[in-house]
């Protein structure tokens, strides 16, 4: 587990999901033959981040990961959650969670017909069930944003 | 047609979002300074805690019981915003009333119960924060609607069940109406108030009902023009529209308490010219020029002592401007031998007035009417709009460094939603 990228808070932006964009220019496509390039006509200048990983920005909110239980999901302590309080959640989406005051955990969400489980992805960590009298918050994590450096790499 | 949704304990609530240990705990959020109560949760209410209270004089006993915060403007106005998005996608005009209020236009609008039921329930689920919608043919309508659909929550019994989150007052037969409106204070009509609402009931106008079907030359001769409109409203004429844009204000005004109390000359000018600087960005912001800057400073009520000394200064200025410099120079003018020696104070504020848009300015005989340097002030507000309040700023304010008159925020949260390295964390 050692070996794995680590990867710690770094400024890269505000988390207020103003309308600023970041926009990096697409290399056009060259057609060798004759033939004009199919793709030119997906090509639109421009991508913007922020719209890839924000589809609702009124409600989207930033989290950041703290420990190791959702490696196997591709999260790593220290990445930023993106959280879109208007998706619903469904059975098998990684999920927030937060019930009775504690602070929220990021997990498996597993919908049973009684209650809901959230599952770790790592065998060793049993789920945490949850009574269906129990009253839990649960939102969709639409995206994971983890910065790499160099430095990230070598360790 | 007009829906007024409201926030159900603003602040408090924003400040439950990312701390969920708060939630069903009793918490105030204290004002610029920690000075007093702004904001109360239900359970805060429910012990006796007062709007307005200063912390210092709640009891030790009630005292122990509560979550104190300081005002974290920076995630209140984030949320706000937010809140803002959502009302704008669903009705094409609204009037953004407080930070946490907004009227709405419902015209052609068709199942508009539905319609609040729906934007109700978006509001809390996009945002967390909740809320309630009034609905009635007139702004003061909407508002009343608002406080039924409140009440109706928190106080059981004091209107019907059915009306609690949602009320839609335009939907009702003329007899339920009236029994609303007879279950209503008068003073908790818009535009009322205490000091009308005191002297409407020696008259024995004690409710809304009554307010409405009050004769309304008495209306008019004991109160005035406003109170007789705000009557109409209530008969369901509407005399209100929207104000979709924020009229133009009279003065601007930016003045705190300092976290301690200060004697030196210049830190007491630090302060001014710190709040001269905010003055002159909200004055940019509304596109309006000044032609007159006023500065106070106080010394602290709460000490009884011989030393008390409130003076304060104003002064016209040669031309109408909008540059933070010309503000400056008149605020370090009428700052010297303003104050005391061997005096402490514990206020200051900055003014300006005779507020005017460029457009409608006179021109002086001798030149244009308005001076100062624009293109440099936009480049300013520019800079720190994109980097940050504070990024660049006049020498004069001291704004680099944290200076002894900074505010008191000893119970500040995080500011989760607005600075990347402050993110609430999920334990995964």
Redesign the interface.
Known sequence: MSSLPNSEARLFGRASIDPCTLELPLAAVRAKLGFPSPAEDFQDGAIDLNRYLVRNPAATFLYRAHGNSMLDAGIVSGDVLVVDRSEQPQDGDIVLAQWEGNAPVCKVLRLRSAHMELHSCNSQVPPIIIKGECEVEVFAVVAVARQVRREHASR | MFALIDMNNFYANCERLFQ??L??RPLIVLSNNDGCAIARSDEAKALGVKMGQALHLIPPAVRRQLAVRSANFALYG?ISA??G??LR?AAPRIETYSIDESFLDLQGMRDRTRFAFDLRA?VQ????IANCVGIGPTKTLAKLANYVAKSAVRKPGSYPASLGGVANLAEMTTADLYTILRATPVDEVWGVGRKWGARLQEMGITTAADLRDAPVSLVLERFGVVLARTQQELAGSPCIDLQEVEPDRQQIMVSRSFGAKVGEHEAVFQALATFAVRACEKLRQRSLTTAAVGIFVGTDVFDRGPFQHFPHRSMNLPAATSDTRIVLEAVRQMHRGMLKPKTLYKRAGVWLMDLARPQVLQRDLFGDGRVGDDELMAAIDAINNRWGRGTIGVAASGWAARPQWAMRQRHLSRR??????E??????
Request: proline content about 7%.
């Open positions: 969920p240990e939630r069903g984030d937010r809140i998005t959502i996608e978006r689920r996009w945002t967390g989760w939603t607005t600075s990347i390295a993110l609430p964390v999920a334990r995964c």
